[in-house]
Each structure stands twice: as C-alpha cells, then as structure tokens.
C-alpha cells in the first residue's frame, strides 16, 4: 500500500501525511471514562463523538459510553449554548450518572462557545457534578486531550480539606490501558502504600462478561476519592505529557508536591518509579518486587544476544516512545529513528512544556548512538527515514503494520490505538512484569524473521 512513498525527502511547509496522532476529545473521553459513574460528553457534532467513541471501542473491544450535543446548523451559527444545557437535563434525567464530563471539540471551540458559563446556569441535580475542559481537536493530540480533561477533574473536584496531608499517594497513570493501571495500583499496594489513581478505566473498558448490561461498572476514581487527592501527601505523575499539567495543578491549588516521572516502561523507570514511592513514604521494596526484577534481569542476561546491535524505529505517544527508547537501549539496541505526532509543547495554550526531542537526544548521545528525532512528526516522515535507513524492527501501533509490510520489517505493536489484534488492553507493558511481556514480544518477532529468513541448514531449534 505504501511502496510508493519516496525515499528523497523534501521539506514540506505544511501538511501531514499519515499522522502519528489523534485528537483531543478522544483523550479527553477515555480520560473522563476513568471516573467511576462519569458520563463524557462531546460539545459538538454527533459525526466528532461517534468517530471517538468506535475508535476507543475497536481499541478496547468494549462499549464506550458517551453522549453529544448534537450541533446542527442553528448551533453552529448561534453557539450551542442551548444545547449543552439541554443535553445536562437530559443526560441526568434519562443516564443518572454521578458525573458528567464535557469536552470541547473543533466547532464549538471554533464559536468560543463558554462552557463554565453555561454549565453554571444549567439545571444540575443535587450531589450531581459536571465538569469540563476545554480539548480543540486542531491543537495537540490524544495525549494532550487526556492530560487537560485530568486537570479539569482537580479544578473542579480536588479540596485540601485537612490541616495534615493523609500518609497517600495520588497516581496519575496517563494515557495507558487499563491493564497498565491494574499492574501499578498491584505494585503500589505491595510496597504497603495508600493510593488514589486518577482516572482510572481499570473496571470499565476491561469490564467481565456477566450476562448483564450495566452502563456504569464497578470501576473508575469515585468522587469522593477525587476531592480527597488535595488532601495526599504526594503526586505521582507517570508521564510529563500525559500526567504532568494535572499534577501541577493540583499542586497549585492544595499544596500536593509533584513527583514527575517516566512511564514506568522498562527495568530503569520501574525502578524511578519504585523508589519515587520508597523515598516519599520511607517504606521498603518488598521481595515480591524484588524477585520480579530479578527474574527480568536473568531474562535480559539470558537473551541479550537476541538484541544487541539491532536497529530499532519506535513511534507513538511521547510518554510510551520515551520510556521505551530507555528500555530498548538497555537491551543494546539502536534506535536510531524516533517520532512522536504529538507537538513538542503538548500543543495547547497553558500545557506544561514538553522536551521529548531533548530527552530522546540526550539518551542516544549518552549510548553514543546517532539518531533521528522529531516530536510533532508524521508516519509519511518515518517511513521516508527508514527507506534511507533501514531497520530490524519497527514498534508503534497498528498504523505501523502499513510501514512494516512496505518494508519487510518485524513489527511489535505497542500503544493506541491497536486495532487489529486483541487482548493487549488486559496486559500490561509496564512494570517488571510489563518488560518481560515485551522482552517476548520483541524476540518473538526477531526470532519469527530470523526463522522464515533461514536456510534448510540453519534452521535451528534452539535459538
């Protein structure tokens, strides 16, 4: 499908092609989903909430759940005041949620429509809560969405209500699946450490099959759980892009110190994570952890020869490809091409400031490997780079796979969305038990081309 894309690169003063992106409102609503009894609602079009929701839904192979204001022309000219409040009688009255959570998308933002105004002159029942934030789809991407609908929940919900802050932490996981969440909370708890994560769509886009619909599961931070976070002692954000601004806000507004860390991808963050978490709270890592790190470097000992040289291309999120870039360098592999969709800034006015060009550069110098690099790229860009210079392996998510099948490359599929294969939504990345996950995922496919590629002599059992 792409054997016609060029290997001369010219530069181009505008336009994307193939964009390693999304937009905001679908971050802002798999954020909202986090909150436990939350309805999102998408400020604009029915077409803009239909397209988020199928696209989280074939990602997550579950439901999502949203409602629209249904913008027609009227709207469009007049502003949809009218309609949002409509659309709050309504949703209460028919959904009966505890929450709901509105996002603003390119045409309401494009009218100026004022969301704070309108929510405070609308009927909403009592001990029922909306919120908002405001995610225009032509600036920032996914990641940004999710990080500015997360600082809505703390300007909205988060009191310092005590005098002393509670002996807890607030984790703020950012744009990671549910099985992720499930795995920190599992490694927070071991270390023996109270804990509030928000959001959390643990228990809602991985909910059972039970027989029996239930529009809101048991999952999701409660409401209660998001007031009582400006009473923690720290804030955990896993990810600047993602978990940074809430963190800062939440700081800002109830004296809750920030701890901003990588996505806890691989042995070296996991381990910043761990003792982020110990040093806060003065707690021992427990054996279970320990044995779990053990394990993951006998792994790395075991297959270092699976990986070492091997050229790697990674793309994606800046908060995954970050946090994967470390990981792979310390299997002794060479990324020497990495991009991100998501602009260096997080794209919209008051994020907080992002340096993944920087980050990534300063990790492939310190390994003395040479490397492409660009946040706000595109997979047109990519792949003119790995035509130039070829690659062993190419992880990204699925829009990879057109690169891949170009290209004759191995692919590992790792981020959002991942919409041709299942299950990975349940199991996590992060975490020791995340890299040994991955560490199979990646020899698998090396190991998968290595036997095709081999001749009848060298086709080996043992490898």
Same mark, same amino acid.
């Given at each position: 499908?792409l054997?016609?894309t060029p290997k001369e690169?010219?530069?181009?003063? +505008?336009? #994307?092609?193939?964009? &390693?992106? =999304?937009?905001q409102?679908? *971050?802002a609503m798999?954020a909202?989903?986090?909150?436990h009894k939350?309805?999102?609602?998408?400020?604009?079009?029915?077409g803009?909430?239909?397209y988020?929701?199928?696209?989280l839904?074939r990602?997550f192979?579950?439901?999502?759940?949203?409602s629209?204001?249904?913008?027609?022309?009227g709207?469009?000219?007049?502003g949809?005041?009218?309609?949002?409040?409509?659309a709050?009688?309504n949703?209460?009255s028919?959904?009966n949620?505890d929450?709901?959570a509105?996002?603003t998308?390119?045409?309401?933002?494009?009218?100026g429509?004022d969301l704070?105004?309108?929510?405070k002159?609308s009927?909403v029942?009592? +001990?029922? #809560?909306?919120?908002? &934030?405001n =995610?225009?789809s032509y600036? *920032?991407s996914?990641i940004?969405g999710?990080?500015?609908m997360?600082?809505?929940?703390?300007n909205?919900l988060?009191k310092?209500?005590?005098?002393t802050?509670k002996e807890?932490?607030?984790?703020?996981?950012g744009?990671?699946?549910?099985?992720d969440m499930?795995?920190i909370?599992?490694?927070?708890?071991?270390?023996d450490?109270?804990?509030?994560?928000?959001?959390?769509?643990?228990?809602?886009?991985?909910t059972?099959?039970?027989?029996?619909?239930e529009?809101?599961?048991?999952g999701g931070?409660t409401?209660s759980?998001?007031?009582?976070?400006g009473?923690?002692k720290?804030t955990?954000?896993l990810g +600047?892009y993602?978990s940074g601004? &809430?963190a800062n806000?939440?700081e800002?507004?109830?004296?809750?110190?920030p701890?901003?860390?990588?996505?806890?991808i691989?042995i070296?963050?996991t381990?910043?994570?761990l003792m982020?978490?110990?040093?806060?709270f003065t707690v021992?890592?427990?054996y279970?952890?320990?044995?779990e790190?053990?394990?993951?470097?006998?792994?790395m000992t075991?297959?270092?020869?699976?990986f070492?040289?091997k050229k790697?291309?990674i793309?994606?999120d800046p908060d995954?490809?970050?946090?994967?870039t470390?990981?792979v360098?310390s299997l002794?592999m060479?990324?020497i091409h990495?991009l991100?969709?998501?602009?260096a800034?997080?794209g919209?006015?008051?994020t907080?400031l992002?340096?993944?060009?920087?980050?990534i550069?300063t990790?492939l110098?310190?390994?003395?490997?040479e490397?492409?690099?660009?946040a706000?790229g595109?997979l047109f860009?990519?792949?003119?780079?790995?035509?130039?210079e070829p690659v062993d392996?190419?992880i990204?998510?699925?829009y990879?796979?057109y690169?891949?099948r170009?290209?004759?490359?191995?692919?590992v599929r790792?981020g959002f969305?991942i919409?041709?294969?299942?299950?990975h939504?349940?199991?996590?990345?992060v975490?020791?038990?995340?890299a040994m996950?991955?560490l199979?995922?990646?020899?698998n496919?090396l190991l998968?081309?290595?036997d095709r590629?081999a001749?009848?002599?060298?086709?080996e059992?043992?490898?």
């Open positions: 499908m054997d016609c690169i010219k530069n181009r003063t +505008g336009g #994307v092609i193939n964009p &390693a992106k =999304t937009c409102p679908i *971050g798999y909202a989903l986090g909150i939350c309805l999102p609602h998408s400020h604009g079009s029915q803009c909430c239909s988020h929701r199928m696209h839904s990602h192979r579950d439901p999502i759940m949203a629209t204001s249904s913008f027609t022309e709207a469009s000219v007049f949809g005041g009218a309609n949002l409040k409509a709050i009688k949703v209460f028919i959904y949620p929450v709901m509105v996002h998308t390119c045409l309401s933002e494009t009218i429509d704070p105004t309108f929510i002159t009927e029942p009592d +001990g029922k #809560v909306v919120i908002h &934030a =995610t225009p600036q *920032g996914h940004t999710f990080s500015n997360t600082k809505g929940m703390v909205y988060s310092a209500t005590l005098e802050k807890q932490a607030n984790i703020i996981p744009f990671v699946n549910p099985g499930r795995e909370k599992r490694m927070v708890k071991a270390m450490i109270e804990s509030i994560m928000f959001p959390d769509t643990s228990g809602v886009v991985d059972p099959m039970t027989g029996k619909y529009m809101f599961p048991k931070t409401v759980e998001l007031i009582d976070t009473n923690s720290v955990i954000a +600047g993602a601004d &809430a806000q939440l800002r507004k109830c004296q809750v110190p701890v901003i860390i990588k996505t806890p691989g070296k963050a381990d910043e994570f982020a978490l110990m040093n806060k021992d890592i427990p279970e952890l320990e044995e790190r053990g394990q993951l470097v006998d792994i075991d297959t270092h020869f699976h070492h040289g790697v291309a793309f994606g995954i490809v970050i946090a994967m470390e990981f360098l002794g060479k990324p990495v991100t969709g998501t602009p800034t997080g919209a006015i008051g907080m992002g340096n993944f060009e920087e980050e550069k990790m110098g310190e390994a003395g490997i490397g492409k690099v660009k706000a595109d860009e990519l792949h003119q780079w790995i035509k130039n392996l190419l990204g998510n699925t990879g796979k690169i891949a170009a290209e004759d490359v191995p692919f790792l969305p919409l041709d294969r299942s299950v939504s349940y199991l996590p990345v975490g020791y038990k995340g996950r991955l199979e995922m990646i020899s496919a998968d081309r290595a590629n001749k009848d002599q060298d086709f059992l043992v490898m």
